[in-house]
């Protein structure tokens, strides 16, 4: 059962526009989520975290946003960058009593330069 | 500093035959992380490892999976009787504490079960 939903496998965006990644979760136990950033042949690389006390958080030119009572959250990209073209992995935990990140399935993003 | 590396890149096996990877975390870091990346879905947690704690191998998908971290530092995890939907990049991950901690993650071992 995926507690973690990235319902859009991919995204395309012209360069220097907004890119939006949207992800989902279903158990109202997480409070700590992350976007990490996966180029081919890398490991995914942290990008930026938000924690379930706030509602947003950002760093330059990225943004999350959290909407806890509809369980969603959001990284905003702007400007978009071919640079920035890569799979995209939202994240999920409950910090008491869990060990682990559940992950979204991705989304790969696209910047059209 | 060193990222955590992985070993082998990739690795070719027949069904039925053992493989062992290996995940060498960034130093001090005291937590470790096994993951495995199945074609088109997310990343799936296998094991954690935390200091000297016993780990939490809730993840494991079945009694073919192993994994063992020894020293506290480096750590293998070992596919017994390897069947073709094991085939999957395996991603091993460290923090400096746990969960609360940011994941740095290796490269990955891209493995194929013929």
């Known amino acids: 059962d995926q507690q973690v939903k990235q319902n859009s496998p991919s995204l395309s965006v012209q360069e220097g526009r907004i890119s939006i990644l949207n992800c989902d979760y279903t158990?109202?136990?997480?409070?700590?989520f992350l976007w990490y950033k996966k180029y081919p042949a890398e490991g995914p690389t942290f990008l930026i975290s938000?924690?379930?006390?706030?509602d947003k958080n950002e760093d330059g030119r990225f943004t999350v946003f959290l909407n806890k009572s509809a369980k969603h959250l959001s990284l905003h990209i702007v400007p978009s960058q071919p640079g920035d073209s890569a799979v995209y992995f939202c994240?999920?935990?409950?910090?008491?009593?869990?060990?682990?990140?559940?992950f979204g399935t991705g989304t790969r993003l696209t910047v059209i330069p | 500093g060193a990222g955590v590396s992985q070993s082998p890149s990739n690795k070719v096996t027949e069904k039925g035959k053992d493989v062992e990877l290996r995940c060498d975390p960034i130093?001090?870091?005291?937590?470790l992380y096994w993951y495995r990346q199945s074609l088109g879905q997310g990343l799936e947690f296998l094991i954690y490892?935390?200091?000297?704690?016993?780990?939490?191998k809730s993840g494991l998908p079945s009694d073919r999976f192993s994994a063992e971290r020894t020293g506290g530092s480096v750590s293998t995890l070992t596919i017994q009787r390897t069947q073709q939907e094991d085939s999957a990049v395996y991603l091993c991950?460290?923090?400096?504490?746990?969960?609360?901690?940011?994941?740095?993650f290796g490269p990955g071992t891209r493995l194929l079960v013929l």
């Open positions: 991950a460290s923090s400096s504490q746990g969960v609360q901690e940011t994941q740095y």
């Open positions: 158990n109202s136990m997480f409070d700590y």
């Open positions: 938000i924690s379930s006390i706030k």
């Open positions: 994240a999920a935990s409950a910090l008491t009593g869990a060990n682990n990140l559940f």
């Open positions: 130093s001090g870091h005291t937590a």
């Open positions: 490892f935390q200091g000297n704690s016993a780990p939490d």
